[in-house]
C-alpha cells in the first residue's frame, strides 16, 4: 500500500520561501510509471496542480507557469522523499498543499495522496 | 488550460436517492477525466478515472459517463458517507485542472 506523509511549516512569512516534504512508502521515486506532483488547495483558487517530478532514465520536472519562476520540486533518492519550494510568497499562497503520486502506467490520475499541510502565509 | 465547470454547485439529496453531477471541459479531453471525492479535513480520493472505471475498493453505486466535453458522476443511492464534495479533473493535456466542485449534501 503506498503512503504519502507530508511535513514542514505551517506559517511561512511573506517573502520567504515555502519548503515541504513528502515522505514515500510503498513505492519508489525511480518508479518507471509514476511521477511526484503537489497541488494545492484554496477557497480562492479551488485545486491547483503545481508541479511534478519522475523519473525515466533521467530525472523530469514540470511545473505549472503561473509558479514557473518560484518552484523547485527536488527528489531526494536516499531517502525516498520529494520536497516543494516555493519561493517569495504571498499571502495569495495560503493554502492546503498536497503531495500526490500520478499513476502513468494504469489510471493517469492521482491515485494517492498526501495527508495536506495547511500553510499559512503571515507576518 | 482546459477550464472544468461542475454543475450544480450544491446537491440536495435524500438517502437512499440517486445523485447526478455534471462536468463539462472547455475543450475536448476524450476519456481522460477522473472524478474524487474529498471529505471535511480529509484528501481528495480518486474514485473514476478514464471517464467510467471505478478506482480499487470504489463500490458499484459509483459510476462515470461521457466522452469529449460532457460527463457525468451517478450515485446510484446515496449513503450516509457518500455525503462530500465531488471534484472532476482533465489529464488530456498539461497542467492538469480541477473543476470547482460540487458539494453533495443531505436534503
Known amino acids: 500500500q503506498v503512503q504519502l506523509q507530508q511535513s514542514g511549516p505551517g506559517l511561512v512569512k511573506p517573502s520567504q520561501t515555502l519548503s515541504l516534504t513528502c515522505a514515500i512508502s510503498?513505492?519508489?521515486?525511480?518508479?518507471?510509471?509514476?511521477?511526484w506532483n503537489w497541488i494545492r488547495q484554496s477557497p480562492s483558487r479551488g485545486l491547483e496542480w503545481l508541479g511534478r517530478t519522475y523519473y525515466r532514465s533521467k530525472w523530469y520536472n514540470d511545473y505549472a507557469v503561473s509558479a514557473r519562476s518560484r518552484i523547485t520540486i527536488n527528489p531526494d533518492t536516499s531517502k525516498n522523499h520529494f520536497s516543494l519550494q516555493l519561493n517569495s510568497v504571498t499571502p495569495e499562497d495560503t493554502a492546503v498543499y498536497y503531495c500526490?503520486?500520478?499513476?502513468?502506467?494504469?489510471?493517469?490520475?492521482?491515485?494517492?495522496w498526501g495527508q495536506g499541510t495547511l500553510v499559512t502565509v503571515s507576518s | 488550460d482546459i477550464v472544468m465547470t461542475q454543475s450544480p454547485a450544491t446537491l440536495s439529496v435524500s438517502p437512499g436517492e440517486r445523485a447526478t453531477l455534471s462536468c463539462r471541459a472547455s475543450h475536448s479531453v476524450s476519456i481522460n477525466l477522473a472524478w474524487y471525492q474529498q471529505k471535511p479535513g480529509q484528501a481528495p480520493r480518486l474514485l473514476i478515472y478514464?471517464?467510467?472505471t471505478r478506482a480499487t475498493g470504489i463500490p458499484a453505486s459509483f459510476s462515470g459517463s461521457g466522452s469529449g466535453t460532457d460527463f457525468t458522476l451517478t450515485i446510484s443511492s446515496l449513503q450516509s458517507e457518500d455525503f462530500a464534495v465531488y471534484y472532476c479533473?482533465?489529464?488530456?493535456?498539461?497542467?492538469?485542472?480541477f473543476g470547482r466542485g460540487t458539494k453533495v449534501e443531505i436534503k
Open positions: 479533473q482533465q489529464y488530456s493535456s498539461w497542467p492538469r485542472t
Open positions: 500526490a503520486r500520478e499513476d502513468g502506467g494504469y489510471s493517469n490520475s492521482f491515485d494517492y
Open positions: 478514464g471517464a467510467s
Open positions: 510503498g513505492d519508489s521515486l525511480f518508479s518507471n510509471s509514476a511521477a
